[in-house]
C-alpha cells in the first residue's frame, strides 16, 4: 500500500515538530489517526505497549489492520464526536491495556482521534488516587488544542509559530494578532510587558514569570526550550495559565494538605489497633512491631532489607516505609522484581543504557529505574536472584549514588532511598558464593522480618474481611462467610500467605452461588477430613504421606508457578522435584 499523506496534517506532524515533540516527550503511549483511521503516529511508549514496531514512513497503516473492533470505536468518536474513556484494549503481549480516545478538532471540525494507552493496574492505581484525594488537581487530558494551559509556541528565533485556542480565551490575544510575528516586536508593540520566550533564548533553559498582556489580563508563564541533535534551539514551548485559576489551586491545595495532617494522625491510630491500608493487616504482636519499624525508619534514608516468605506483603510494607516518607512529596515509589525479568535486561531495566549501546536500543537511549526513582525510593523485590556481576555494579551505587547508563561513560549522580527484599536466606546464599557479602551488609543496614501467616494467625480474620469487603464491592455483590469458614481459614497453613487470602477471597466472592459461604464452598484443602493430621480407615501410612506430599507440592506449584520457581521454597533440586511431578501425574 502506497504511503498515504493528509495535508491537512503536514503541519501538524512536520512543522516544526511541535506535534512530536511534545507526544514524544509525553510518560504516556500516543497514537493518532486521521479521520479515515490511518494511523499518523506512535511514540516510543505506544509502540512498546501495542507491540506494534512497523515503519509509518515505508507505507500507510489502517487502524483495521491492527485491531478491527479498535476500528469500530474510533468510528463512533469520528461520528459522534464525544470521547471514549477507559476502554480495555487487547494487546498481542497480552497485557491489560486501557485507552482514552479523543476527537482532535480544528476549526470546530474532526479531523482525525488521539489515543492515549495505560496498563490496567497503572490505570487503576490513578483512579484509586484520584478518588482518595478528591482530584486535587485537574488532569491534563489532551494535548495542544485540548489542553487547559494556553499554549504558545516561538521557533528558534522567536517568530510565533503556534497558539492553542486556550490561549485565546485567557489572554484575549486573537492567532492571527501574533502569528508570523517575532516576539521582539510584540514586546516593543506593547503585546506583552515581558517574554519569557526572549529569556530562555538569552538564558537557554526554563524561565518562569508574570506577564501583563495589552488586554490587562495577568497570567503566569513558563517558558521551556527544546534543542536540536546540535544542541540548538529549535523551538520554545511556553504554557500560560490564568492567575485567578491558580489563586483557587493554591487555596485548595492548602486545603488539602490541612485535612491530610489531620487524617494521617487518624489513620496511624487505626492501624496500631486493627488494620492498616491495602492488604497491610496489623493486628498480631509481630505485624505491630513490623509497623513499629516502618514508622522509624521512615524518616531517614537507611537502606532496609525485608525478609519474608513469598506473599507475606513485602512490597506493602515497603510502600508503606516510602507514603510516611518525606520522599513521597517529591519523588515516587517505583518497585521491580528482579527473579521476574531476564539477567540480560536487568541491567538495562536497572541503569538505562544510551544511544546504540546494543541491538534493538532506542536511538534516543532509555532512563534507567534508579533516574526514574530520582528523589523517590527504589524497591528491589527478590534481591537474590540478581547475578553476581549485577550484584558488583549495585554496590558501587551504593557507595556513592552515582549511576551509568550501559553503553555510556558519563557517571549520574541519583538521589534514591533503596529498600530490597528477599525470600531467602542471604546468608545461605553467601556460603553458597551465590550473593556477594560485602553487598549484603551494605543492604542489611536495617532488616525487617516479615512472618508468615501461620505464625500471626491473629491477623487472618481481619485479612479475611478486608478483602471479602474489597471484592465485594469491585464485583457487586453481598457475600458472607459462615463462622465455620472463619474457623477453617484461622486454622489453615497459608503457604500463598496473604496473596493466598486474597486469591481464595475473590474466588469465593465470583463463584459461589450462594450469597452465605460456607465450608461446603472451600476448596477440599481447607475440609477438616481432609487434614494432614487425619489417617483415612485402610490407609498406610506410606499413602497418607504420598497424599500429603503430592498436596504440597501441587500447592507449591500453585502459589509460585512452576517447578523451577516452586523447587527451592520447598528445598529441592528442580530436576528431583519434576520426577515427583510426573510421579503424582500433577499438571506443571
Not at 497485557?95 to 482525525?112: C, H, L, Y
Not at 544510551?354 to 533516574?371: D, H, M, P, R
Not at 556460603?431 to 525487617?448: M, S
Not at 507449591?556 to 520457581?565: I, M, Y
Amino acid at each position: 500500500m502506497a504511503l498515504r499523506r493528509n495535508s491537512i496534517y503536514e503541519d501538524l506532524l512536520d512543522e516544526d515538530c511541535i506535534f512530536r515533540a511534545i507526544c514524544d516527550s509525553s510518560f504516556f503511549a500516543v497514537l493518532a489517526t486521521d479521520r479515515e483511521g490511518y494511523i499518523l503516529y506512535m511514540n516510543d511508549q505506544a509502540r512498546d505497549l501495542l507491540d506494534f514496531h512497523e515503519d509509518l514512513k515505508a507505507r500507510s497503516w489502517h487502524i483495521n489492520e491492527y485491531d478491527a473492533k479498535s476500528w469500530e470505536d474510533f468510528k463512533a468518536v469520528i461520528e459522534t464526536g464525544e470521547r471514549q474513556i477507559g476502554v480495555p484494549v487487547q494487546v498481542p503481549s497480552l497485557r491489560r491495556v486501557v485507552t482514552t480516545r479523543s476527537p482532535i478538532m480544528r476549526n470546530d471540525e474532526i479531523i482525525g482521534v488521539m489515543s492515549v494507552f495505560q496498563e490496567m493496574e497503572a490505570y487503576e492505581q490513578i483512579s484509586e488516587r484520584l478518588t482518595r484525594y478528591k482530584k486535587l488537581a485537574a488532569e491534563v487530558e489532551a494535548i495542544i488544542e485540548s489542553s487547559y494551559d494556553g499554549i504558545y509556541v516561538t521557533d528558534g528565533q522567536a517568530v510565533t509559530i503556534r497558539v492553542n485556542s486556550a490561549y485565546e480565551k485567557i489572554s484575549g490575544i486573537r492567532k492571527d494578532e501574533v502569528i508570523g510575528r517575532n516576539m521582539q516586536e510584540l514586546v516593543d508593540e506593547g503585546f506583552y510587558d515581558e517574554s519569557a520566550t526572549l529569556k530562555v533564548l538569552e538564558t537557554r533553559r526554563s524561565v518562569t514569570l508574570n506577564q501583563k498582556m495589552k488586554t490587562g489580563v495577568e497570567v503566569l508563564v513558563t517558558g521551556n526550550p527544546i534543542f536540536d541533535d546540535d544542541g540548538k534551539i529549535k523551538m520554545v514551548v511556553t504554557n500560560v495559565r490564568d492567575l485567578t485559576d491558580l489563586v483557587e489551586l493554591n487555596r485548595q491545595l492548602e486545603h488539602s494538605r490541612a485535612m491530610k495532617g489531620a487524617y494521617k494522625e487518624r489513620l496511624q491510630e487505626l492501624q496500631r489497633s486493627t488494620a492498616g491500608g491495602d492488604t497491610l493487616v496489623m493486628a498480631s504482636e509481630a505485624m505491630l512491631y513490623v509497623y513499629e519499624m516502618v514508622e522509624r525508619v521512615s524518616d531517614t534514608d537507611a537502606t532496609v532489607l525485608i525478609y519474608g516468605e513469598t506473599g507475606v506483603g513485602k512490597d506493602r510494607v515497603s510502600e508503606e516505609i516510602h507514603n510516611k516518607s518525606k520522599r513521597s512529596d517529591k519523588g515516587i515509589f517505583v518497585k521491580i522484581n528482579c527473579g521476574a525479568i531476564p539477567e540480560t535486561l536487568l541491567e538495562s531495566e536497572l541503569f538505562g543504557y544510551e544511544s546504540g549501546a546494543f541491538t534493538g536500543a532506542k536511538k534516543e537511549g532509555k532512563a534507567g529505574l534508579f533516574e526514574v526513582a530520582d528523589g523517590g525510593t527504589l524497591f528491589l523485590d527478590e534481591v537474590e536472584s540478581m547475578p553476581m556481576i549485577l550484584q558488583s555494579k549495585l554496590l558501587r551505587v551504593l557507595q556513592n549514588f552515582e549511576i551509568t547508563r550501559v553503553g555510556g561513560t558519563k557517571p549520574k549522580k541519583v538521589d534514591v532511598r533503596l529498600i530490597c527484599a528477599s525470600n531467602q536466606d542471604l546468608k545461605d546464599l553467601i556460603e553458597k558464593k551465590e550473593f556477594r557479602a560485602d553487598l549484603y551488609y551494605r543492604l542489611n543496614v536495617v532488616p525487617i522480618y516479615i512472618p508468615p501467616l501461620r505464625e500471626r494467625r491473629e491477623d487472618i480474620p481481619y485479612l479475611v474481611n478486608m478483602f471479602l469487603n474489597r471484592f465485594n464491592r469491585r464485583h457487586g455483590k453481598k457475600k458472607t462467610l459462615s463462622k465455620e469458614v472463619y474457623d477453617l481459614l484461622r486454622e489453615y497453613a497459608w503457604p500463598g500467605n496473604v496473596r493466598e487470602v486474597a486469591n481464595l477471597i475473590e474466588r469465593m466472592v465470583v463463584v459461589t452461588p450462594a450469597d452465605n459461604i460456607t465450608a461446603y464452598h472451600l476448596p477440599p484443602e481447607f475440609d477438616r477430613r481432609a487434614r494432614m493430621s487425619d489417617l483415612c480407615p485402610g490407609e498406610t501410612l506410606k499413602d497418607h504421606l504420598d497424599h500429603v506430599e503430592r498436596a504440597i507440592i501441587k500447592n507449591a506449584l500453585k502459589t509460585h508457578g512452576n517447578a523451577r520457581r516452586a523447587a527451592p521454597h520447598l528445598g529441592l533440586d528442580p530436576s528431583t522435584l519434576t520426577r515427583k511431578i510426573k510421579k503424582y501425574d500433577i499438571a506443571d
